[in-house]
């Protein structure tokens, strides 16, 4: 029997195929729940998990609390404001204090990239990296494959292509080395300034001209330009990067019949993508929402256990 052997879970690098897997499966077995009429199970009672978030999220905080409810562990749920970091407590000292109280997890978003595997060297507790700075935000990425799976019966040889400001994404940080690691081909498409210099070292293809770069996949990954991660200008105006990189049902004719369309969100309708191609029959957008419970119950059983 496959033994899942972690404690925190900080990147996708850290796990091998058969993690993966066997997070998959396991959310695969948790989806049920949601479905039930009384949706919970005991699985996780006695466990406590806090959610400590120093940046804005609606799905994944709320999506990671609703999981551990699901499971019957108890949760507490901490934004910046909410802590002591506005008196000027530092982090490891708020993490300190946290892990005085004895959780079993810390689920922890950051605008700077490694403060979660800073706080996994420091605590007892096991942490989850829900987002760090632009580097990365593995289980979204876990999610992603999970509904890739779903819709399309397997992952390995898929051909997927993401599209919009790689560079500032940690979602493209993680679904790129998840996709690669899974046997997906990954190509990347955007404007030149949001495309880092490096990524074809994570074995992709960059194709700037997104009518080249969308032919013949399977899947198709938008995402939002990363304002609050920019430190210039790097595009004339939102009109422009629209005309040239938004998806829209003009561009999505030279997709294939059967493509899906994803976005982790927020989305800017009107921006990377239109309301209609957004709510259109291509769009898993809010089937990614769905499975990210499931596929946080498995991480949260996998990770602390449980009976
Ligand atoms: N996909 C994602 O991370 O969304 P939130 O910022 O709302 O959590």
Redesign the pocket.
Known sequence: MYTFNHKNLLGIDQLSVGDINMILDTADAFLEISSRDIKKAPTLRGKSIVNFFYE??????ASFEMAAKRLSADTLSLSANESSMVKGETLIDTAQNLQAMNPDIIVL?HPSSGAPHFLAKHLEAGVINA?DGMHE?PS?ALLDLFTIRKKKGRIKGLRVVIIGDIAHSR?AGSDIRALKKMGAEVTVSGPPTMIPTDVESLGTQVVSDPTRALKGKDVIMMLRIQLERQSGILFPSLREYSNFFGLNKELLKGAKKDVIIMH???INRGVEITWDVADGPFSVILDQVSNGVAIRMALLYLLIGGE
């Open positions: 804005p999220s609606a799905r994944t905080k978003r987002g935000h979204q979602v982790p969100g927020p």
